[in-house]
């Protein structure tokens, strides 16, 4: 029976479609990537760590706020299999056809005319915090400011990906497109 399973391991849970929004008593108030309470079942027995997305032990990315001209984008990016380990974040036109790299790990973004991966300086800051190193539980904050006027209903896509300290990719998160307003 279900009285001697067990639900989480390693600090994580489950997935599950019918506990994963607020409606369903899932709330995620500090973007970790876990309900904030756990999730119960007959027999006492608890999920404590139930994921708020599908394949939650994948990394992912959470923007907040809003993508227009002078506007700054605040991104979650979460790799929780991955702590201390480097990132790069990357933000392209499309989304296909995808990039693969040598070690097989598929980028879910185009090498099309717009591919952005390095940090732009002088007066229109593109791209702050996209490379850097996750912290002990697997996440960054990073941020995008759209550097050029004039891109409104222009969609981008980001992804990140995750490296070990000699420099290999070794996750790749899923891309997240967002579309700039006005």
């Not at 759209?146 to 891109?151: D, K, T």
């Amino acid at each position: 029976g279900i009285a001697n399973n067990q639900f989480s391991l390693n600090g994580q849970g489950n997935y599950y479609n019918t506990y994963d929004e607020p409606s369903e008593g899932c709330f995620d108030s500090n973007y970790n990537g876990f309900c904030d309470n756990p999730l119960t079942f007959p027999y006492a027995q608890q999920d404590p760590y139930p994921f708020t997305y599908q394949n939650g032990w994948n990394p992912i990315i959470v923007m907040n706020g809003s993508a227009g001209f002078g506007t700054t984008m605040n991104f979650i990016i979460q790799d929780i299999n991955h702590p201390n380990q480097p990132y790069i974040m990357a933000f392209s036109d499309s989304s296909s056809p995808p990039i693969v790299l040598p070690n097989g790990l598929t980028i879910p973004l185009a090498g099309g005319s717009i591919l952005i991966i390095t940090i732009f300086f002088g007066p229109a800051v593109g791209l702050i915090g996209n490379v850097g190193m996750l912290d002990n539980s697997g996440r960054a904050n990073a941020q995008f400011s759209v550097p050029i006027p004039g891109l409104q209903g222009f969609t981008l896509y980001s992804a990140f990906v995750t490296g070990d300290n000699s420099g290999n990719a070794v996750a790749v998160s899923p891309s997240y497109n967002f579309t700039i307003q006005s």
